[in-house]
């Protein structure tokens, strides 16, 4: 990494220096987000899925060149070594003058794959992957869940046998997102036979390009297609691909779905957003509406009480404290607005959201309805968030848990 940014510069200095930097670097304006772009999830053609890639890759090794991709990371591990304040406010410039197309995959392999590597990696795995995955020429994406293992992952079936140096895998994985455009998978399988629960897993890292490894796409109701299924025949990994110590997988993956639970509402700019719902109800001349006015209100009242809980987990981080159940809170806060979205886009819109006129942001509003449950599921399911307040938050009695090896929620 060649870092632009000087070791002791204060973090108005360094506010200073971002903003300008930004002004000279910023993607230009061809690259930026359609604001009319109301979706959830994408509905595009592979090659178009792979330019949004392509220009969120080509961001991400802009700002990596110059020291600013991995701020808060130690130097050693390819970071620029600065205080959590920092990462922040370069955050904060940044959003304020890009506004690039998202995908799941890119924030999947940033936020939350190569922190989990950062913890549990030997060193050599760590110089294997993390630059890569820190510069955006890695993507990676999350073999975890199974046709019968979701919310309750410790329930995983997809097994690994040792063979000299390698792990011979096989099984299935499914609603695997963006594993159609990903270099690695971090998987959790089970490496101890006649083991249960959380015991005797391990977590490895499985080229998605290594014979054996077929991934077939899942079409979803709102037309694209994010996820997948993943079959793994007899795939031979090398037990240097492995994070953590064989048979600690539980803990490994418990590691990554927190930081999960952490990203899962910072999710700026997915789906409708209030000043685009705000645009909708003036176009559609229902902004006098009373009711209309009261669901506008609600929107951005959950916009700000998700801003809150993340000042408060921002707040728990800076003071050493465990951020407990903050980070489902935020995501249940998300969802919720994100269903609250879908309902005034219908009061709105009426008959012309399910008819296709042409008349534009009218019908390209389903992108959002149809997508938005999608997040009720994803990342833990609003039951799970529920039951993890419950039991880490307000102190309530856990619910009964066979074979309890696993934590709040069912095991995720
Ligand atoms: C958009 C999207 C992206 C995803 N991406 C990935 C990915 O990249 N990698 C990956 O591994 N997985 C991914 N998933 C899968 C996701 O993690 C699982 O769908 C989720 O954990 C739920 O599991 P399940 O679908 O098996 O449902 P189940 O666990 O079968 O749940 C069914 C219903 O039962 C309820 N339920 C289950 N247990 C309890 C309980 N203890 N208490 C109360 N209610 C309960 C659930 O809330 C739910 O309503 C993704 C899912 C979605 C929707």
């Known amino acids: 990494m060649t870092t632009a940014l000087a070791p002791a510069m204060s973090l108005e200095g360094f506010r200073e220096a971002a903003r300008a930097w930004l002004a000279e670097h910023a993607p230009q304006r061809a690259a930026l987000r ?16 792979t330019k949004i890639l392509d220009t969120l890759r080509d961001w991400q090794r802009t700002k990596h060149d110059a020291g600013y991709a991995a701020l808060n990371w130690p130097v050693e591990l390819h970071g620029a070594g600065l205080p959590t304040e920092y990462a922040d406010a370069f955050k ?40 890569g995955l820190l510069d955006g020429s890695l993507l990676a994406c999350q073999l ?31 609603w695997t997102s963006g594993a159609q455009f990903a270099d690695w998978g971090q998987a959790i399988v089970r490496t101890e ?19 054996g490894v077929e991934i077939r796409q899942i079409r979803q109701m ?34 990554t779905l927190g930081f999960e639970r952490a990203n899962a509402s910072n999710k700026n700019g997915v789906g409708g957003q209030f000043d685009q719902l705000l645009e909708l109800a003036r176009r559609t001349g229902a902004l006098e509406h009373r009711d209309v006015r009261l669901q506008l209100a609600e929107v951005r009242m959950r916009e700000v009480a998700a801003e809150v809980a993340q000042h408060r987990e921002k707040q728990a981080r800076d003071t050493g404290r465990a951020p407990g159940a903050t980070g489902s809170m935020r995501k249940l806060q998300w969802v919720t607005k994100l269903a609250l979205v879908s309902e005034l886009a219908r009061t709105l819109l009426g008959e012309r959201l399910v008819a296709d006129t042409g008349e534009r942001g009218t019908f390209s509003w389903t ?37 309890a090896s696993t934590t709040a929620g069912g095991a995720r």
Request: aromatic content about 6%; proline content about 7%.
């Open 34 to 49: 359609d604001p009319d772009d109301v979706s959830v999830f994408h509905n595009l053609d592979f090659e178009t899925e």
């Open 92 to 131: 904060a410039e940044e959003s304020a003058v890009v506004s690039l197309t998202r995908h799941e995959l890119f924030s999947v392999t940033v936020n939350l794959i190569a922190p989990t590597i950062r913890l549990y990696g030997s060193d050599a795995l760590k110089s294997l992957l993390l630059p």
């Open 193 to 211: 036979p006649g083991s249960s629960r959380g015991r005797g897993l391990t977590s490895l890292m499985i080229p998605m390009s290594a014979p």
């Open 144 to 174: 975890f869940s199974e046709p019968g293992a979701g919310s309750d992952l410790a329930n995983v079936a997809t097994r690994a046998v040792r063979d000299g140096d390698d792990w011979v895998v096989s099984g299935q994985k499914v």
């Open 222 to 255: 709102s037309g694209g297609t994010s996820f997948n299924e993943v079959f793994l025949s007899e795939v031979r990994v090398p037990d240097a691909y492995r994070l953590g110590d064989a048979g600690d997988g539980w803990a490994v993956t418990r590691a």
């Open 367 to 403: 992108a959002h309805v149809l997508g938005a449950p999608g997040y009720r599921i994803a990342g833990g399911t609003d039951q799970i968030q529920r039951n993890i307040i419950a039991e880490r938050h307000l102190g309530l009695p856990p619910e009964p848990r066979p074979g």
